[in-house]
């Protein structure tokens, strides 16, 4: 092995290893930190092992896009599939998913695109189908609680907005007076009451 350590790894390292690698490091310091040299040194290979997968650092970050947007879709989809489940116990299902545990590096890759998105063409329509399947498909949830249609697009937008701002506020709140906070805009959320 006459390359050393950086060789011994490389040809094990598969698009997949990229990809996540490629993620750690969005949610850790955004799009501009997805670099090659970075991602290669984290994995512990060479940059070849990466031009064997890759074209080019563009061709990376747009499959991070297609995956997490597929990703993202096809989550929202199992999630919000009812399977023997009432819409409203569904819908509490989601709160208690995104409100009782933080992954912290989920929202990380979640800001970073949707800060990339702000600039970049590519990322803002990956934002923009998850955006809209997400909410299709809550909206989906709230119709068949017996909302009108108008109504319920409305509730699936107010849900939305809930679900990623409650992660982001009431930081210094202790655990428990923020799960009471979220259990009462979560009954909010549901009943309406």
């Keep these: 092995m006459a390359g050393g350590k950086g060789d011994i790894g ?24 997805v670099r090659v040299e970075v991602l290669a040194k984290n994995l512990g290979v ?6 064997r997968r890759f074209r080019d650092r563009a ?23 009812l399977d023997g489940t009432s819409a409203r116990e569904r ?6 998913l995104y409100s009782e545990r933080m992954n912290t590096e989920g929202m990380g890759i979640e800001l970073a695109i949707r800060q990339w998105a702000r600039s970049d063409e590519l990322a803002a329509a990956a934002v ?12 989906q949830l709230y119709r068949a609680t017996g909302l009108p249609a108008e109504e319920a697009d409305a509730q699936a937008f107010l849900f939305y907005c ?4 409650q992660s982001l506020l009431f ?23």
């Design 10 to 33: 490389t040809e094990g390292i598969g698009k997949e290893s990229w990809i996540e690698a490629g993620f750690a490091e969005i949610a850790r310091s955004g799009v501009d930190g």
């Design 46 to 51: 060479t940059k070849g092992g990466f031009y």
């Design 59 to 81: 061709a990376l970050l747009e499959a991070m896009l297609a995956d997490w947007r597929d990703g993202r879709i096809a989550a929202i989809e199992k999630q919000t599939s």
């Design 91 to 96: 819908l509490k299902a989601l709160i208690a």
């Design 128 to 139: 923009a189908g998850v955006d809209a399947a997400r909410l299709k498909n809550v909206g």
């Design 162 to 165: 809930f679900i990623f701002g």
């Design 171 to 193: 930081l210094e709140r202790g655990p428990r007076k923020r799960a009471q906070l979220v259990a009462k805009s979560a009954e909010k959320l549901i009943d309406g009451e």
